[in-house]
């Protein structure tokens, strides 16, 4: 039963450290990546859509992200998505193809983005500290109801505290590792 528990524990983690790679993903470094616009939703028949959805995201060049729009009436729509996203980026259209230059980051832009990769982490963090306290809560439960001992207990408890934190030092050095792909000119 406490095996059940710490697999719960290690799953729950390891769910909070996808989330944050995911989200990270998502921030603008400098360099073109097609998580970029995994967040943005085209209206696509009155129905908000991811941009992955309706058209092939390449890079073609280190700083150039391409749209090949597969119905070609919705670039506007596409160009529309992107333009009003906080991404700050400017598609430049030609048919059905979208293609967006990369400018560089300013130092100020930078700064913002590396804050919003400690508030990614710390949400991470949050949410495996969310786990550690449901952990507990099971662990008390089972020697409330005498089904294992408080010795077992207690072993069990060490090693969940143990594996949160790992969790949270494998968070902060994700986390670490994006503020400095961020902050590289």
Known sequence: MLEEVIEEL???YTKAHDALRRDLSR???GRAN?????????????????IASMATISVPEPRMIQIKVWERGQSKAVDKAIRESDLGLNPQVDGD??????PSLT????KDLAKKARKEGEDCKIAIRKGRK????MID???KDGDVS???GDAAWKKAEDLVAAAVKTADDIVASKEKEIMTV
Do not use: F, H
């Open 10 to 12: 290690k799953n729950a």
């Open 27 to 29: 921030l603008r470094t």
């Open 34 to 50: 097609p998580s970029m616009l995994d967040g943005i939703r085209v209206d696509y028949y009155g129905t908000p859509t991811p």
């Open 97 to 102: 193809t979208l293609r967006i230059p990369l």
């Open 107 to 110: 130092e100020e832009r930078r």
């Open 134 to 137: 449901d952990a507990k809560d």
């Open 141 to 143: 439960a089972l020697v």
């Open 150 to 152: 408080r010795d077992d």
